[in-house]
């Protein structure tokens, strides 16, 4: 989906994270997952970040803007929650290791 490699898959506790994170007060950097746009602004996972990610992604851009456009940012996020919630049952799904990382 990145083919240019214009997202960076960051953990929260990385040092360029915790840089790109300042104006995100501790408490509430682990609440969620974070998009940080090129402009530097900090967009929560289940607060908007879900159809902005979308948006930013080439492929997804049309859905993006239509979610977007059609005021569907709650829902978005409504499944993203959902999805959370069922982390322990999804991870089976996921090969062991670790996860990509890289950071422009």
Known sequence: ???????ALLPLTAPEAIGLLTSV???RRTESWW????????IAGNAGGG?????ALPGMRMIGR????LRLSPVVDALDNLLAHQR????RFVPDGTAPRRYP
């Open 66 to 69: 239509l979610l977007k456009t």
């Open 51 to 55: 159809v902005a990610l979308l948006t």
């Open 88 to 91: 322990g049952r999804l991870s």
């Open 1 to 7: 989906m990145d083919r240019r490699e214009e997202l």
């Open 25 to 27: 007060p501790e408490t």
């Open 35 to 42: 998009l940080v746009l090129r402009d530097g602004m900090p």
